[in-house]
């Protein structure tokens, strides 16, 4: 059998940037059919950065491509009413899979109200910036939530920004699930379904799931920058002779117990306890004691180089990182290995080349996985999807390119540079 599950749903995508983009990608890598819609030469992050380098220009983007594997490409004028009215009648095309539309764009002529009224059982799902209506970013919403104070060393005055846009990605795998859900609900009940999802109400929900509003709003207290070290147990990183860092963790008592016999410091760690008077054992009190646990295993640390310390923290079967370079991952981590590893495979993407591409994250034992498609070129699939969604003739798809309506596809850059 086949990993993929949802081979016969079909998902119309018309949106930008990271969070609707993941969640259509997310749907594709189950087997969902998406089909993306874009400008004619491209949409608002079509070229954003990296790049590949290209001599006549911008080359592609690898972002954008890394988005959007695994989905069909429908080029479109939307800005033109003819365009628009292709849009809306494939997102409400016939058929029991069908009817499903996942966007960010805010346009009025993608409206739930609108489209519902050629199809009773539309899915759309709208991600939103803010849950009315307004302009929200994952930047602008990660510095309300807090964290930005408590990450690394921040501060009030010197907030952190970290890289990683986590709302954006939260607020994916909702929408993904949340289209699912409706789909579900649809097949035994016959109603459609408007969903929304914000991306601020993605941040601060986590919040609340986390715990964080209720020791606010409970126990009157912020959570404290405490620069690497891990709030509320023991965790923190440490340098080893050769300069490198790894990061332990000690979270549970097992963990606590094999990071201690690693590091060879049981009776130290009883002399703290009696000094202080905190039970170790407890992993709040770890969490008191961070300093001086700390101080306890930075020599240990000091005297080994990484690979050494690896081996006997890995002996003890304690829960360790170590600190790398995304090239050191990729070329030094056996869990990136293609190889052995089925959630990654090596990919030919148009107009970028041969690289590494990641397929879904879950594994099903005795179910052989798809190959993962590569991002297409702009309009690859125009009149595929024309004719198999919508049934129109080749004859009434070349009037629309004629008429510059539609666009196939666009010209694969690395093509063009080597035959240069």
């Not at 509320?232 to 332990?248: C, E, I």
């Not at 009776?267 to 000094?275: F, I, P, S, T």
């Amino acid at each position: 059998m086949t990993y993929p599950f949802l081979n016969r749903l079909r998902v119309i995508e018309s949106s930008a940037f990271i969070a609707a983009p993941l969640a259509g990608l997310t749907l594709a890598q189950h087997g969902a059919d998406v089909i993306r819609i874009d400008m004619i030469g491209g949409g608002i992050d079509y070229g954003r950065m990296p790049r590949m380098p290209h001599p006549e220009g911008r080359g592609r983007s690898l972002y954008w491509t890394a988005l959007n594997k695994g989905k069909r490409s429908v080029a479109v004028d939307l800005r033109r009413p003819e365009g628009r009215e292709l849009i809306q009648a494939l997102v409400t095309a016939p058929g029991p899979d069908a009817g499903v539309l996942l966007t960010n764009i805010g346009t009025p002529w993608l409206a739930h109200g609108l489209l519902a009224e050629k199809r009773a059982d539309l899915v759309s799902c709208t991600i939103q910036g803010n849950g009315d209506g307004s302009t929200a970013v994952d930047y602008t919403v990660n510095c309300v939530t807090g964290y930005p104070l408590v990450t690394g060393g921040g501060s009030a005055q010197h907030p952190v920004n970290h890289v990683l846009p986590a709302w954006d990605i939260a607020c994916a795998y909702q929408a993904a699930f949340a289209v699912l859900a409706a789909v579900d609900r649809r097949r035994r009940t016959g109603e459609g379904a408007e969903l929304k999802l914000a991306l601020s109400d993605t941040a601060f929900t986590m919040l609340s799931h986390l715990g964080v509003l209720a020791e606010v709003e409970l126990l009157g207290q912020e959570r404290p920058s405490i620069g690497n070290h891990l709030y509320g147990a023991f965790g923190r990183d440490f340098a080893t002779s050769d300069g490198r860092r790894l990061m332990v963790v000690a979270i549970s008592a097992g963990q606590w117990k094999c990071l201690v016999d690693a590091c060879g410091i049981a009776d130290d760690v009883q002399a703290l306890q009696a000094r202080t008077g905190l039970d170790l054992s407890d992993e709040a009190r770890r969490f008191e004691a961070r300093e001086a646990i700390a101080g306890l295993l930075e020599p240990w640390f000091a005297a080994r180089t990484r690979e050494q310390a690896e081996r006997e923290l890995d002996a003890h079967r304690a829960t360790w990182g170590r600190y790398s370079t995304v090239g050191e991952m990729m070329t030094q981590d056996p869990r990136m290995n293609s190889a052995s590893n089925p959630v990654f495979e090596r990919i030919e993407t148009p107009g970028v080349g041969e690289h590494i591409a990641a397929g879904a994250t879950v594994r099903a034992p005795g179910m052989s996985r798809a190959p993962t498609t590569p991002a297409a070129l702009l309009g690859t699939h125009t009149d595929e999807v024309l004719y198999e969604v919508l049934g129109m003739s080749s004859g009434a798809i070349g009037r629309l390119h004629d008429a510059g309506i539609v666009a196939g596809p666009e010209r694969d850059p690395t093509v063009a540079a080597r035959a240069a």
